[in-house]
Antibody, heavy 121, light 107 residues
Framework: EVQLVESGGGLVKPGGSLRLSCEGSEVIFSSRTMNWVRQTPGKGLEWVSSISSSGTYVYYADSVKGRFNISRDNAKNSLYLHMSSLTAQDTAVYYC??????????????WGQGTLVTVSS | DIQMTQSPPSLSASVGDRVTITCRASQNIDKYLNWYQQKPGKAPNLLIYAASTLQSGVPSRFSGSASETNFTLTISGLQPEDFATYYCQQSFSPYRTFGQGTKVEVK
């Protein structure tokens, strides 16, 4: 069974940095594009970033571009999100999600349980 | 970026009702539209992909349709477990934006 487990969330001061991790339970992790999606408490979903299976292609939402960096280690079946220059607006639950392509359409078929990041002084 | 506009933001319904949620894309996205269901404290769950294809295991009372830049999620015969928040997502662009969500509440 495919399982994704996030870790690394916590309380950080404004302007600080944090690194989130997401570990997959199967080797199949290494052949999939992976994503980070966040959800502000009580609000909707916001796609944050994605990285292709080889790590060649990365994309970021405008709201995090230049501050966040996505990476992966396929040997460890792990995905990372390094976040810097954090502000209160980055406070959210961060999910990792696997992307699959069916009929040429990408969808997010498996999600982790989420890890909470709180930016506060 | 492609903007996804969902409506209504919330709705009240009863068990057995037919519920319709709409999502409009700011540009043509063909069939590159997914629907997710999210319950409180849980991660989203894929319901429909490619605008109208049901994910494995999803009940047939859920259906999706598309007309140009307008997409619809329909629940035919609302069940108690369907009270949740629903999100659309476009995957036409690699910047995979979500709609704002529609919360389906008990009337």
């Amino acid at each position: 069974e495919v399982q994704l487990v996030e870790s690394g969330g916590g309380l950080v001061k404004p302007g600080g940095s944090l690194r989130l991790s997401c570990e997959g339970s199967e080797v199949i992790f290494s052949s999939r594009t992976m994503n980070w999606v966040r959800q502000t408490p009580g609000k909707g979903l916001e796609w944050v970033s994605s990285i292709s299976s080889s790590g060649t292609y990365v994309y970021y939402a405008d709201s995090v571009k230049g501050r966040f960096n996505i990476s992966r280690d396929n040997a460890k079946n792990s995905l990372y999100l390094h976040m810097s220059s954090l502000t209160a607006q980055d406070t959210a639950v961060y999910y990792c999600a696997r992307a699959v392509t069916i009929f040429g359409v990408v969808n997010f078929d498996f999600w982790g349980q989420g890890t909470l990041v709180t930016v506060s002084s | 970026d492609i903007q996804m506009t969902q409506s209504p933001p919330s709705l009240s319904a009863s068990v057995g009702d037919r519920v319709t949620i709409t999502c409009r894309a700011s540009q043509n996205i063909d069939k590159y539209l997914n629907w997710y269901q999210q319950k409180p404290g849980k991660a989203p769950n894929l319901l429909i992909y490619a605008a109208s294809t049901l994910q494995s295991g999803v009940p047939s009372r859920f259906s999706g349709s598309a007309s140009e830049t307008n997409f619809t999620l329909t629940i035919s015969g609302l069940q108690p477990e369907d009270f949740a928040t629903y999100y659309c997502q476009q995957s036409f662009s690699p910047y995979r934006t979500f709609g704002q969500g529609t919360k389906v509440e008990v009337k």
